[in-house]
């Protein structure tokens, strides 16, 4: 599954921690994939 929208994704994975459905933990191991990183800038303010 792929989602980019991730306040959706945040949504599903409180609405089913908050039903018992499974533990946020176990939620973010299940639905959440890092693909890379950004960093700031440490050049611009």
């Known amino acids: 599954m792929q989602i980019t929208e991730a ?4 949504t599903m994975m409180l609405a ?13 191991s299940s639905f959440i994939k890092v693909e890379r990183e950004f960093y700031p800038d440490e050049k611009i303010r």
């Open 16 to 28: 089913g921690s908050a039903t018992d459905k499974f533990t946020l933990e176990e939620a973010i």
């Open 7 to 10: 306040g959706c994704l945040a």
